[in-house]
């Protein structure tokens, strides 16, 4: 007799899907509410797949749905509940908290890839603060009904974003009295969220040194939820519809968080990239650049939104560019398009150029992060960065995409200290001189020992508290380094004060001054060949006490007083090192001295000049 029982046919291996789909108001809830709006303003975003708990809790976030103010919990969305995973997730509903608690999990994100993939490596979030002991951070917390008030804000001592909700005032699109929650705008979920990542990677950029760090921070966020807006396929088309492919017109791309400006009761969107509504006839109009605002704009918001406007200029440039020939094409080399709607073809193929366009800026801006000094950083300080970065991704700049970025700026009035022409060569920074550049090669075997230890390797699929861990020990290795003494000589080429003459306001530990390696992680580019290098970046800083008077400044930087006088402020220096591990040299130093008198003075003077 044969066996006749069936055989058995193993199913194929089960695999993680690589997202999961979440629907979100592309906007906010008020889009929802115009007819012209209403269908674009709904989408699903594509989050990188991971296993979640209800919260949503997943590696990167945990959301916390307790609202102080009317003293209730709402209970925590599961993702993984299986009608929801049909559908794509909730419903978006302003009345619904779990529908809330999907869209901040999702646009945040949404944001953090952003951030991973123009990094290629993992993200981290700040630490918490020395009386929490440093402790690894492995999520950022984000109460969606934290606070009743027309805000939202990242605070870093609770690594938390809170975001409040308030009754609308009359005006717009909202039903006075309704209520607007600021965790229903896309633009104020990615801005706070990007808060939260800025300072994960540059922990001091927190600290008001200047009249452009705070604004930094707030023209960086915006940057972010802007141009997140591009990777909207279906707002992206509708809205290359309306303006005929005419993005520097009005358009609601470049807009941010359109209801919460309505509902403070400003017209138009909270800030706006390119243009503002005239007070007198509430109609809009284009912003035209012009130098002397930057000098006006002293207040973070309005400064950074400067910023904002100068990159989405550059944006404008690149699309204007890449698109030249298409509209060529389509009016038969006259340029101008004919009245009426443009072809579904061409409005097609404007916006595929147009999310390119905005993804290559995206990643660029961010990239350039890692090219900033570690403290203190101005406008023109970033432009430098944004250039260099960029000229290590593409070396050729055929299609001019710097000098564009370049003349954005310089139209704002942004342009670096100390550079002798506004090149795009010029700008870029420099490797360190050469002895300076000898002097450092001895840090190679330093680096050599934290290479050998990058089997965490930072990519997107290791833990991130290997990581953080591995970053702290490679630290620990440069920080040694730093002390060794044939390295005192290298180490005011590199901004920081080791000798016997360095300023007592720095503090001393065991008799020498101290200094903290913040970071050392990896930054990847292409190579001239299309093959992937590695550069390490190395941030190291160091500190004094600031004091507003100068006389006491000078008498704590001369001599040892103990206990020394309660400082007024803390004044940081130091540099951003990037090192190519392939090649073993230093290809730049990003310096900001820890002696400079001149910077100690305009720190002192910026602290007087702000109330
Ligand atoms: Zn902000």
Known sequence: MTDVSPARIQPPPKRRPPYRNLRVYAFDPSLSLRLDTAVINQMTLRVPWEDVTAGPVGEYLEVVDVDPASNCCYAPVDLDDRYLLAESGLDPDEGNPQFHQQMVYAVAMTTIRNFERALGRRALWSQADKEQGFQFVRRLRIYPHAIREPNAYYDPNRQALLFGYFPAVAGGRNLPGGTVFSCLSHDVVAHETTHALLDGLHRRFMEPTSIDSKAFHEGFADIVALFQHFSFPAALRDQIRKTRGDLASQSLLGQLAQQFGEAIGQFGALRDALGEVDPATKQWRQKEPNPENLAKAREAHARGSILVAAVFDAFLAIYRSRIA???????????????????????????????????????????????????????????????????????????????????????????????????????????????????????????????????????????????????????????????????????????????????????????????????????????????????????????????????????VDKQPVDPPPQEDFWFRGGCTLLVDLEHREVRYLIGKDIESAERLAAHRAYLEETP
Do not use: N
């Not at 139209?411 to 506004?422: A, D, F, K």
């Open 325 to 555: 020939d298409l509209v060529r094409i389509a009016t038969g080399g006259t340029g101008v398009l004919p009245q009426g709607d443009i072809h579904p073809d061409l409005v097609e193929r404007l916006a595929s150029e147009a999310a390119s366009a905005a993804r290559h800026v995206l990643a660029m801006c961010i990239r350039a992060l890692d090219y900033c000094p570690p403290v203190d950083v101005t406008f023109g300080d970033y432009l430098r960065a944004l250039i260099t970065a960029d000229r290590d991704l593409v070396p050729d700049d055929d299609r001019s995409y710097r000098i564009a970025v370049v003349e954005a700026f310089r139209r704002r009035g942004i342009y670096p200290q100390g550079v002798r022409t506004l090149s795009p060569e010029s700008l870029c920074w420099s490797a360190p001189p050469d002895a300076a550049a000898r002097a450092l090669l001895e840090l190679l075997p330093v680096i050599d020992s934290v290479r050998a230890a990058r089997h965490h390797g930072w990519s997107l699929s290791d833990d991130r508290q290997m990581i953080r861990e591995g970053m702290e020990a490679s630290a620990r290795a440069v920080h040694q380094w730093l002390l060794s003494d044939h390295c005192r000589t290298v180490a005011r080429l590199m901004g920081l004060s080791l000798g016997a003459t360095a300023p007592w306001s720095i503090e001393r530990k065991d008799g020498v001054p101290k200094i903290e390696v913040h970071s050392v992680r990896p930054a990847r580019r292409h190579g001239p060949d299309g093959q992937t290098l590695t550069d390490l970046v190395i941030e190291v800083t160091q500190k004094r006490r600031g004091y507003l008077d100068p006389i006491l400044q000078d008498q």
